[in-house]
């Protein structure tokens, strides 16, 4: 029987349970909210008085149903990447000053009635005879190809650098050469033939159009300059300039590459350095995924835990290195811990359990293809990890003694009774099945028991041995 | 439709609204019984946030449930047994370890002597609630407001009988002394 309530308490509990809490518009908001997201799900009815913590089956249900709807999205955002990425490249390709100038010839061939001759692989214009007009032209030229050309025909050299002051259509190509640096030109070709080699061409519709009818113009179709080349890259820079004469038309190289000190030497709309092209030979990213964690074998008990870390892989012969550093978990330990203290006012016996454990881990695998495409990989390698401290205190302090005395201090470091550094063996998949997406499912045995039975009522081995199923994002790729 | 339902509709009415899922009948009944079942979670979380947090979740299971009400009892007993449940599963949930304390000897029940509890409202009184420990609060709220026995105590927290009487001998003393130290402060 329960003892005879005091009157205080009694008073207590009468007040407490006729009070009522005044009623907030925000809380049915709340609760309206959840209606809604509830009406979305259309939940099942429950049972009308729930007890207890959740099944586990429900839990694993919920998880396997994450990580199907993980998946999903990734593998969707993958392809969306994909696909964004062909229809890119191909305007990109159109857009290269190649085809620019190819189109560009066309229209303006089309626009003034000239006659265009393209040829692919190929830069001169043919039949020098039948081609007196005046050509100009805006293209890509090798300083060393071009000039014998240009002396060849023995024109006047006309060309300048372009002070390129005007807006509009500019034709612009990163030179892959190491020489850095921009040059601009024009071509004028003269009223004589012309045959000149090399580079890329382009047409200015709106310079044409402006020069003589009749004109013949041809337009190569080379699609980049050449490694050797010294990379002079021509911008389309006219379109402002009327020309004062087409007679004497003729071109030469610029300056020489090397009196282009820099990107000042020309205005900054059209002067971008290039670069050069540095190997990457490191890939990143991050990884998110679930942990399937064994904490007990007997009878067989899983964690369900979110995986999340950074990963970084190292080109290796026939394969990479990989590493990262990764948080997870592992919950239901359920190690107990007794104590037993002292004091002027009783003794007090206290037990603690310990269930969670944070672990921060550092996998080192070696990775390697195992199909034609690069696409699979096994993985194999170890896994160390450091158990994290995380809430590992446990404080009795003001636990009231028989005497009503209070326990002076019981505070237990849970972690007293766990080994904090944990080494396992690796073994998994990987498929990348994006540029930029992988899944990957490994399976570690740990190797070491995480609780010292001294402090635990418990000789059982504890380890750490889990099934990762995780998504790998990967920020930057080999080069 | 919407104008069967009001704020003074039956109670049977507004359940089969909520079985039709009615929102408005949902919310009048919502809104009738919000106050006198906030207190419950109110008193065992610390935190008003969490407390709305777990009422509506109560209210959800409420909602979804109320068909299989085979109205045995008072609708309002079926739902404060939901509300409450709802409660100790979220303070369950909430306790990374559990902790038991075994004490070789019965603690002597020293229910609280104060005359200062006299004066305080219920407002004042739940706020002093919440200034206990988490496992103590619980344990005081279950056996002196909800008549719950250690025994079933122990259950419901996953502790020990002894543990939960410890808890409760706990929780008194720290309510005596917030209470003298109100009085002094009062009295200062």
Known sequence: ?479 | MNDQYTTTSADETLMQGCIEGNRLAQKYLYQRYYGQYMVVPLRYLNNREDALGVLNQAFLKIFNSLESFKGDGPLAAWMGKIVLHTTLDHVRSQKTYRQKIHFPTEPEEQPIENEAMNNLVAEELLTLLQKLPDTARAVFSLYVIDGFKHREIAEQLGIEENTSKWYLSQARQLLQDMLHQQKTSQAL
């Open chain 1, 1 to 479: 029987m329960k003892a005879q309530q005091p009157d205080h308490e009694k008073r207590l509990k009468e007040s407490i349970l006729a009070y009522r809490v005044p009623f907030e518009e925000q809380a049915w908001d709340a609760m309206d909210a959840l209606l809604d997201g509830e009406a979305g799900k259309k939940a099942p009815a429950e049972p009308p008085a729930p007890q207890g913590t959740p099944m586990r089956s429900t839990k694993y249900r919920r998880f396997f149903i994450f990580l199907f709807l993980l998946s999903a999205v990734v593998v969707f955002s993958a392809k969306q990447g994909v696909n964004l990425l062909e229809k890119t490249k191909a305007p990109a390709s159109s857009s290269t000053p190649s085809n620019k100038m190819k189109n560009g010839a066309q229209d303006a061939a089309l626009s003034s009635g000239l006659t265009s001759a393209t040829t692919a692989d190929e830069n001169t214009v043919e039949n020098p005879t039948t081609t007196p007009a005046t050509t100009v032209a805006e293209r890509t030229f090798n300083q060393s190809t071009t000039t014998p050309a240009a002396t060849q025909n023995g024109q006047k050299a006309n060309l300048r650098e372009s002070s390129l002051g005007n807006s509009g259509s500019t034709t612009r190509k990163r030179a892959t050469n190491p020489n850095r640096g921009w040059a601009v030109g024009r071509i004028k070709p003269a009223s004589s033939a012309n045959n000149f080699k090399g580079g890329n061409t382009s047409f200015t519709p709106g310079n044409i159009a402006g020069s003589n009818s009749g004109l013949t113009a041809a337009a190569p179709q080379n699609n980049a300059v050449p490694e050797t080349s010294t990379g002079l890259i021509v911008a389309d820079s006219m379109l402002n300039e009327p020309m004062k004469s087409l007679d004497n038309l003729a071109f030469l190289p610029l300056l020489p590459l090397d009196s282009l000190n820099s990107a000042r030497d020309l205005p900054a709309a059209e002067a971008v350095p290039v670069k050069n092209k540095t190997r990457r030979n490191l890939q990143r990213g991050w990884v998110l995924g679930g942990n399937l964690g064994i904490v007990d074998y007997q009878p067989l008990y899983f964690s369900v835990r979110p995986v999340v870390g950074y990963h970084v892989a190292f080109p290796m012969q026939n394969g990479y290195v990989q590493t990262g550093l990764l948080v997870t978990g592992a919950k239901g330990y359920n190690q107990r811990a007794n104590f037993e203290y002292s004091s002027p006012g009783g003794n007090l016996q206290i037990e603690v359990s310990l269930n969670n454990l944070v672990f921060l881990e550092v996998p080192l695998v070696y990775q390697r293809a195992f199909t034609g495409d690069k696409r699979q990989f096994w993985l194999a390698g170890i896994r160390t990890a450091v158990v994290l401290p995380v809430n590992n205190f446990v404080s009795n302090a003001g636990t009231i003694l028989p005497n009503n005395s209070i326990f002076p201090n019981a505070n237990i470091d849970l972690y007293d009774g766990v080994r904090w550094f944990d080494l396992g063996l690796t073994l998994g998949w990987q498929w990348r099945f994006s540029e930029r997406w992988a899944i990957d499912v490994r399976y570690t045995q740990g190797l070491m028991d995480l609780t010292h039975d001294n402090f635990f009522n418990n000789t059982e081995t504890t380890l750490n041995s889990d099934l990762q199923l995780t998504f790998r994002h990967y920020v930057s790729t080999f080069k």
